[in-house]
Antibody
Framework: QVQLQESGPGLVTPSDTLSLTCTVSGDSKSNYYWNWLRQPPGKGLEWIGYLSYSGSRSNNPSLDSRVTISEDTSKNQFFLRLTSVTAADAAIYFC????????????????????WGQGTTVTVSS | DIQMTQSPSSLSASVGDRVTLTCRPSQSISSLLNWYQHKPGKAPRLLIYAASTLQSGVPSRFSGSGSGTEFTLTISSLHPEDFATYSCQQSYISPFTFGPGTKVDVK
């Protein structure tokens, strides 16, 4: 059974870089998309971006200039790096596995997140 | 970006009740809509993808319907473990966006 676990510092200083790790167990990283999302207090989820099994990347344009998603395949881990953090970046951060599910019409797929970590809370404060 | 709204924002229900939640995207998204269940401190759970297809392992009391700009998630008979927050997510256009959620709590 695939499991994902986020790890990283719970407290980040404003203007610093946030670095988080997602460790994947129970599955190889092939044929899936590896995502980061976040949920600020009292708000809905925000998709940050993904790194695919083939190495392609896609980020939310609202964060693209500050986000890097990378991986260490030897350790079955992928990473989030978010630069120049502010109070607005305080959130619960989740990693999740994504895939394109058959939507029942030829060549039509719904991108969903079928395995998630439990999330890690990040506070931004000096 | 496609904005997702959900209604109601919260509802109170009892075990055994039939519950219907609504999700409306700001533009048509065909059937590219997924539903998730969230509980504090736990990993979110994919319930339904492509508007109406039950994810493997999800109980059949959950069902989804809709297309275009209106979608519903129905729980036919609420179980104790179903008290949670439910969110919808569109995958029609990147960036993938989520609704704010509907919290289902105990009446």
């Amino acid at each position: 059974q695939v499991q994902l676990q986020e790890s990283g510092p719970g407290l980040v200083t404003p203007s610093d870089t946030l670095s988080l790790t997602c460790t994947v167990s129970g599955d190889s990283k092939s044929n899936y998309y590896w995502n980061w999302l976040r949920q600020p207090p009292g708000k809905g989820l925000e998709w940050i971006g993904y790194l695919s099994y083939s190495g392609s990347r896609s980020n939310n344009p609202s964060l693209d200039s500050r986000v890097t998603i990378s991986e260490d395949t030897s350790k079955n881990q992928f990473f989030l790096r978010l630069t120049s953090v502010t109070a607005a970046d305080a959130a619960i951060y989740f990693c999740a596995r994504g895939e394109f599910f058959d939507a029942g019409t030829p060549n039509f797929y719904s991108y969903g997140l079928d395995v998630w970590g439990q999330g890690t809370t990040v506070t931004v404060s000096s | 970006d496609i904005q997702m709204t959900q209604s109601p924002s919260s509802l109170s229900a009892s075990v055994g009740d039939r519950v219907t939640l609504t999700c409306r995207p700001s533009q048509s998204i065909s059937s590219l809509l997924n539903w998730y269940q969230h509980k504090p401190g736990k990993a979110p759970r994919l319930l339904i993808y492509a508007a109406s297809t039950l994810q493997s392992g999800v109980p059949s009391r959950f069902s989804g319907s809709g297309s275009g700009t209106e979608f519903t998630l129905t729980i036919s008979s609420l179980h104790p473990e179903d008290f949670a927050t439910y969110s919808c997510q569109q995958s029609y256009i990147s960036p993938f966006t989520f609704g704010p959620g509907t919290k289902v709590d105990v009446k």
